[in-house]
């Protein structure tokens, strides 16, 4: 019975430190590098100790490190980019396993980060023989203008934008000389992608800010492009949280640490139990 009952007082312990820590999650801010502090807190009677720490939250929403920063502006459109467009998600994701690996591979010989992976699935949903309104042709939706800059040949039999290793390489590169330019801002890159070099760094210039990114010029840019964005954030943030999307667990309220709690006995209570069973 003693068992049972100490069983029983260790779970409400937990419970209780994880519940009174989950609704002050600002008080743990600013804890070392590890992401937990070790606290021993006497309670409940002389012979009873609670030794608790503070621990990575299992649900708590991570975004990639290249789009963390940002976190406040953006967890609120992710939110509901998840609930409105989910059979649309999980598909792209579906159709995506084929095309992810491959894409890596050449991301790596060109040092480009993977978030851009996503960005087929907005341009083509990863349709070789997608064209937009604008003559935008493949997988990667270039311009022939552009496709031409970066190598890609473009004739009535052949035109490489269609074929997945040529034009992700081409995108690559493209990548690549953006995030040059933008000093490493992928933001701005993935921006610069959907409208052109040309409108970010006007947008930029009408932001008269030192250094502004893409929350700065934001409004600058065409809606189009601020949503294109927008959805790359999304689905990136999805992505890295995809087994929390699947089930339903998606929940941006949630901290980044919790208190776990541990009990602790006395020697005499050990022996008590002990006794009992």
């Given at each position: ?62 975004y990639p490190v290249s789009l963390a920063e940002h976190r406040e502006e953006s967890k609120d459109y992710v ?31 060109y040092n480009v980060p993977s978030v851009f992976q996503i960005l087929p699935a907005l341009e083509s949903n ?152």
């Open positions: 019975m003693k068992l049972h009952q100490s069983k029983s007082l260790l779970t409400l312990i937990i419970i209780f430190f994880i519940i009174g820590f989950s609704t002050s999650a600002k008080d743990i801010i600013g804890f070392g590098p590890d992401n937990y502090s070790d606290s021993t807190i006497d309670t409940i009677s002389r012979n009873v100790r609670i030794e608790s720490a503070l621990v990575k939250n299992p649900d708590w929403v991570a939110k509901h980019y998840s609930k409105k467009e989910r059979s649309y998600i999980i598909y792209m994701f579906n159709k995506g396993k084929e095309f992810f690996p491959k894409m890596l591979h050449i991301f790596d010989k990863f349709n070789a023989n997608a064209v937009s309104n604008a003559g935008a042709v493949g997988y990667w939706q270039f311009m022939s203008e552009l496709a031409g800059e970066y190598g890609l040949n473009i004739s009535t039999k052949n035109d490489e934008r269609k074929n997945f290793a040529k034009s992700t390489t081409a995108a690559a590169k493209f990548f690549r000389d953006q995030l040059n330019f933008f000093n490493n801002d992928i933001l701005l890159t993935v921006a610069a992608f959907n409208c052109g070099q040309g409108r970010v760094i006007s947008a930029l210039k009408k932001s008269d800010k030192t250094d502004a990114d893409f929350w700065d010029i934001k409004k600058y840019l065409p809606e189009e492009t601020r949503i294109f964005v927008m959805k790359f954030i999304a689905l990136n943030v999805i992505s890295t949280n995809y087994d929390k999307f699947m089930d339903h667990k998606l929940n941006f309220s949630e901290p980044p640490l919790i208190q776990w709690a541990l009990f602790d006995s006395s020697k005499e209570d050990n022996s008590l139990t002990r006794n009992s069973l």
